[in-house]
């Protein structure tokens, strides 16, 4: 058995669903393989910080959301005498489906089915459509007022998706989730455990829709820096790691070709002033998306 197969039946072994016989040959190969042995470690690292996870809440208004849902769809149904029959039905549909929506978001098991480990399971929340299409990072404020980073993708056509995490430059990056994102709804996936597992002030993350990719540097969530003084000289996408981490604010960036290397030289200055200045001269340029700064090519 080859590295690129144990690394494919990774989640399921862990999890203890292989055959008997399966499971003897992913055994025997971790056995040998010492680069198996380190993926096998990180995988379990994540299994352990999903189950530690705190439980979320249910949306505060699941249940204005779950009437309102149950009142249009009675109006529609009023409004087209053939489906009198249905009107009931389709809106006990529609309540039990809000209903099991909120109580699996509430449930902690729920985290490892959105974080797609094990087989590749997703929750999707249903959105209002058209939505604000792309990738997010939100921080989700918990007891003590922890503050724990989960990225939201959301899209208005259906698109294939997947997230690797790069712990080491010189390695490719591990695959985390891989899905499909559907219109107008957002699949949340949480990054605590990613953060508990690899003992980063800043994640190194690649998403990738439909082939297009992109790197997003998540801090931990520590309270962010209004202002630092900072004085670096590195190529680009390590740069941006680096004020990721000093700033405590997600940066995401599209490369493109060979990385510059910049210059940067600042006192008491904000994320956006000394994003524009490292980009002078570059190919790049800032924008901003929601709460998360953009570094894109002119």
Same mark, same amino acid.
């Given at each position: 058995m080859r590295c690129e197969q144990v690394k494919s039946l990774m989640n399921e072994y862990i999890e203890g669903s292989l055959?008997?016989?399966?499971?003897?040959?992913?055994?025997?190969?971790?056995?040998?393989?010492?680069?198996?042995?380190?993926?096998h470690q990180f995988v379990r690292a994540l299994w352990r910080g999903l189950s530690e996870m705190p439980e979320a809440p249910p949306p505060a208004d699941l249940h204005a959301r779950i009437m309102t849902h149950v009142r249009a769809n009675t109006r529609l149904?009023?409004?087209?005498?053939?489906?009198?029959?249905?009107?009931?039905?389709?809106?006990?549909?529609?309540?039990?489906?809000?209903?099991?929506?909120?109580?699996?978001?509430?449930?902690?098991?729920?985290?490892?089915?959105?974080?797609?480990?094990?087989?590749?399971?997703?929750?999707?929340?249903?959105?209002?459509?058209?939505?604000?299409?792309?990738?997010?990072?939100?921080?989700?404020?918990?007891?003590?007022?922890?503050?724990l980073p989960v990225l939201e993708a959301r899209m208005n056509r259906t698109a294939n998706a997947e997230l690797r995490y790069?712990?080491?430059?010189?390695?490719?990056?591990?695959?985390?989730?891989?899905?499909?994102?559907?219109?107008?709804? %957002?699949? @949340?996936?949480? #990054?605590?455990? +990613? /953060? =508990?597992?690899?003992?980063?002030?800043?994640?190194?993350?690649?998403w990738s829709v439909d082939g297009q990719r992109r790197v997003l540097f998540v801090p931990a969530g520590y309270p962010?820096?209004?202002?630092?003084?900072?004085?670096?000289?590195?190529?680009l996408?390590?740069?941006?790691?680096?004020?990721?981490?000093?700033?405590?604010?997600?940066?995401?960036?599209q490369p493109h070709g060979e990385e510059p290397l910049v210059v940067l030289d600042v006192q008491d200055a %904000?994320? @956006?002033?000394? #994003?524009?200045? +490292? /980009? =002078?001269g570059s190919a790049y340029t800032l924008q901003r998306h929601g709460e998360t700064l953009r570094v894109v090519l002119n």
């Open positions: 055959s008997e016989a399966l499971r003897e040959r992913v055994q025997a190969h971790l056995a040998a393989c010492v680069a198996c042995q380190r993926e149904r009023e409004a087209s005498p053939r489906f009198a029959l249905w009107r009931w039905a389709g809106a006990a549909a529609a309540a039990a489906g809000l209903f099991l929506m909120g109580f699996f978001a509430a449930q902690s098991d729920g985290v490892q089915a959105t974080f797609g480990l094990g087989g590749g399971r997703t929750a999707a929340v249903e959105t209002p459509t058209p939505v604000q299409a792309g990738v997010f990072i939100e921080y989700r404020v918990v007891e003590q007022g922890v503050r790069a712990p080491d430059a010189q390695k490719p990056p591990t695959l985390v989730w891989q899905g499909t994102l559907q219109p107008g709804k %957002t699949v @949340e996936i949480p #990054l605590q455990a +990613l /953060l =508990q597992a690899s003992n980063e002030r800043a994640l190194t993350l690649w962010p820096a209004k202002l630092a003084s900072v004085r670096l000289q590195a190529k996408g390590d740069a941006l790691r680096q004020l990721a981490s000093i700033y405590q604010t997600p940066i995401e960036w %904000t994320l @956006e002033d000394a #994003l524009r200045q +490292l /980009l =002078q």
